[in-house]
């Protein structure tokens, strides 16, 4: 399969822009960090991408720690796919859990 060098641009410009904000907010990920996977739809693209098919992963799950800045949490709204939103604090005392948070499904 061809796909036109445009198409495959575009792609990778999503893809940049999406590993870009990741790296501003890696400080702030928490142990699950993130989820970079393909949409089960754009499979069968991405494997006749080849080793080019990278271009295709989007994260699709964000935990994030509550130390985030509001200009930090801006940077979600680079990640289109999200699926999962998490915000997790430090170790609850109360419960003797290393993390409490709470966790939004994106629709």
């Known amino acids: 399969m061809v796909i036109p060098i445009g198409a495959w641009g575009w792609l990778y ?3 940049t822009a999406e590993q870009t904000a990741l790296d501003t907010l890696r400080p702030k990920l928490q142990p699950t960090g993130y989820i970079l996977r ?3 739809a754009y499979a069968p693209l ?6 080019y098919g990278y271009v295709l992963d989007r994260v699709r799950l964000l935990a994030l720690s509550e130390s985030t800045t509001p200009a930090e ?4 709204a680079t990640f289109r ?3 999962t939103l998490c915000l997790w604090a430090p170790h609850d ?4 859990s290393a993390f409490k948070g709470w966790a ?4």
């Not at 949490?73 to 979600?76: K, N």
């Not at 005392?93 to 003797?96: L, S």
């Open 73 to 76: 949490s801006q940077l979600v």
């Open 104 to 107: 939004v499904e994106v629709q």
């Open 13 to 15: 410009w999503g893809w």
């Open 81 to 83: 796919n999200v699926e």
């Open 93 to 96: 005392a109360d419960t003797g």
């Open 46 to 51: 991405q494997h006749s991408l080849g080793r």
């Open 38 to 40: 393909v949409d089960p």
